[in-house]
């Protein structure tokens, strides 16, 4: 498709809970990228793939999040035992060159 | 490490003023610069960029952005805002080198353009 597609829109999650949030990056794509926006502040960058490779993880939180990048399926990103400030905006992005485009994002709320 | 400050957070503007947006970043290398927008309620969308060449950029919906190597600035600016460029603008820079790296984003800066 000709732009990145996030699922699902929204997400609650009792705290403790799993979350599990999607992205299709635009065709012919290879990277992909992951940012956490909490509160409309300044977005935290998370991981980012080479098509299904990890090619830079210097953002992400070791214990609880996890990633994956698998052929033909959407990109995903998974929270386990979510914790209160989790709660943020999750931007995926994806890019040939440079220049990154970004997708709606999936906002988390963990109460 | 990168970093990239905007100074101002919230700007107030009535319609048809000047807007100069500040944007300094700290890092010793080669820089790719962007500017995002965030309207309300929607995803970012790029104004502008640089790579090389000609350090006054020209963007979208009127934007413009130099980028002045000395002071490791890279200025958002417009001559004559309108009520729908109240949004939220966001700096960002990556290495220049290896191409596919992440964006450093500054803090944003809120502006609200009132009739």
């Known amino acids: 498709g000709e732009e990145v597609a996030q699922t699902p829109k929204h997400l609650v999650r009792g705290e403790g809970q799993k979350a599990k949030l999607y992205c299709a990056p635009i065709k012919g794509h290879s990277y992909v990228f992951w940012y956490q926006q909490v509160l409309k502040n300044e977005f935290k960058f998370l991981i980012s793939f080479q098509n299904e490779n990890v090619f830079d993880e210097t953002g992400m939180p070791k214990e609880r999040f996890s990633a994956k990048c698998l052929p033909n399926s959407p990109c995903s990103l998974e929270i386990q035992a979510t914790k209160l400030e989790d709660s943020a905006v999750y931007f995926c992005a994806s890019s040939h060159g440079s220049e990154q485009y970004f997708g709606p994002g999936t906002r988390l709320t963990v109460t | 490490a990168q970093s990239v400050s905007q100074h101002n957070h919230h700007v107030i503007l009535s319609e048809a003023a000047s807007l100069e947006l500040g944007c300094n970043y700290s890092?010793?290398?080669?820089?790719?610069l962007f500017w995002y927008v965030q309207y309300p309620g929607q995803h970012l969308q790029l104004l502008l960029k640089y790579f090389s060449g000609d350090p006054l950029v020209k963007g979208i919906k009127g934007f413009e952005a130099e980028f002045i190597k000395s002071k490791f600035s890279f200025n958002l600016r417009k001559p004559s805002v309108q009520w729908s460029d109240t949004a939220e603008y966001f700096c960002?820079?990556?290495?220049?080198?290896?191409?596919?790296?992440?964006?450093?984003f500054g803090a944003g800066t809120r502006l609200a353009v009132h009739p």
């Open positions: 890092y010793g290398g080669t820089v790719n």
């Open positions: 960002a820079v990556n290495e220049a080198s290896g191409g596919y790296n992440k964006l450093i």
